[in-house]
């Protein structure tokens, strides 16, 4: 019975930074993968980037490599999404998402994931 809840989108312009934090009830963030998505519409979901779990391990796509990090705090029960640098093309509504049983690995591929918040927008716009 996992419940996500993002928060932190908004508004910035290129260059800027955001960000975003998800909200877990009903599991420890530490013990379950999570993973942020970006949607765009007309086009084909993005995975952004993993938390994976217990070991802390790291995922990003490509696209946001040397510019997002991803992090948790137990104490808060939160995954946040730090976003630097940003492009035109990060633009879209961003989600964060977790699967029962937990992710051993990291996946990018939202199929995976069966629990997922009600996503945040965010838009870059000069």
């Known amino acids: 019975q996992p419940r996500l809840v993002e928060s932190g989108g908004g508004l910035a312009q290129p260059g800027g930074s955001l960000r975003l934090s998800c909200t877990a009830s009903g599991f ?3 013990w379950y993968s999570i993973g942020w998505f970006r949607q765009v519409p007309g086009m084909d ?3 952004v980037s993993c938390l994976r779990r217990n ?3 790291t995922n990003y796509a490509d696209s946001v ?3 997002f990090t991803i992090s948790r705090d137990s ?3 939160t995954v946040y999404l730090q976003m630097n640098s940003l492009k035109l093309e990060d633009t879209g509504v961003y989600y964060c998402a977790t699967s029962t049983p937990p992710l051993v690995r990291c996946p990018l591929s939202g199929r995976q994931y069966d629990f997922w918040g009600q996503g945040t927008p965010v838009t870059v716009s000069s």
Do not use: F
């Open 28 to 30: 420890g963030v530490e």
């Open 45 to 47: 979901q993005e995975g």
């Open 65 to 67: 490599k040397g510019r």
């Open 55 to 57: 070991t802390g391990g």
């Open 75 to 77: 104490a808060s029960n």
